[in-house]
């Protein structure tokens, strides 16, 4: 091995040792490496399965070694690379990760905010910092253990919101910066872009607008509609009408 090499797979054992730990098996359970029972009521690894998979919101590939078969994998690096690929968290780990780590006011402590009428909690840039504008991404994020998060879905996540590990966290009132917990809804990506065109965000008072504006104009609509109906939340006749008033 030449020493890169070395030093990627003693960062890889690292990986496992920390998620490989010793765990009382009450059923004859297989082991993952040499497939022969594990038999019951004895000690063996249980390995949550960090670092088996590339995109760290994926289901992991995880179960039980002999003992002696882990210390074998570890020893030879070509065996070692059929379970370990990269460094990155499981998803039950990330989420002890965020819950040590992070509270909801450390959180939103790091941002300016503003409560705009329309009932969002928009995060209008880093405290201290500059505020988003121009070509910004408009979609504040952290990284915690190596994996970049929405601030919306870290919200969601510490204020008890339910999650399942293929959702993406979604707003209800199209403003991507806001963090108003009861904004925030789990669904799928298909979701999001469904409800793109049912919703009106792909209309002409929104096209060729950045990230940036589409939140202004998003906001402004909010309001429009707050001031005309007493109620801030998107409508389907609502995109026909403001376009007769405005034209
Ligand atoms: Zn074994
Ligand atoms: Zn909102």
Not at 24 to 37: D, K
Not at 64 to 87: A, D, Q, R
Not at 170 to 189: K, N, Y
Not at 191 to 213: A, I, M, S, W
């Amino acid at each position: 091995m030449d020493a890169r090499a070395k030093i990627r797979h003693g960062q890889m054992v690292s990986v496992m040792l920390r998620s490989a730990k010793p765990r009382f098996v009450r059923h004859n359970t297989p082991c993952l490496f040499c497939i022969n029972p594990i038999p019951a009521n004895t000690w063996a690894h249980y390995w949550c399965g960090y670092g088996s998979r590339v995109l760290v919101d994926h289901p992991k590939r995880g179960g039980y070694f002999h003992k002696s078969c882990l210390k074998k994998i570890m020893k030879t690096p070509v065996l070692f690379e059929c379970f370990v690929l990269n460094g990155q968290l499981s998803p039950e780990m990330l989420e002890d990760e965020i819950r040590r780590t992070v509270t909801v006011d450390s959180l939103l402590a790091e941002w300016e905010m503003v409560e705009h009428p329309s009932g969002c909690l928009v995060i209008v840039g880093r405290r201290g910092g500059k505020r988003f504008s121009g070509k910004n991404e408009c979609r504040p994020r952290k990284k915690v253990g190596g994996v970049n998060r929405t601030i919306a879905s870290l919200v969601y996540q510490l204020g008890g919101g339910e999650r399942e590990p293929d959702q993406v966290i979604r707003h209800t009132c199209d403003v991507s910066t806001c963090v108003e917990f009861d904004h925030l809804i789990a669904g799928t990506r298909s979701d999001n872009v469904r409800e793109g065109f049912t919703r009106g965000r792909h209309d002409k008072r929104y096209r060729g607008l950045t990230p940036c504006q589409k939140v202004k104009q998003t906001l402004s609509d909010r309001l429009e509609r707050m001031n005309r109906y007493g109620d801030p939340e998107w409508f389907e006749e609502w995109d026909e009408e403001i376009d007769e008033w405005r034209d």
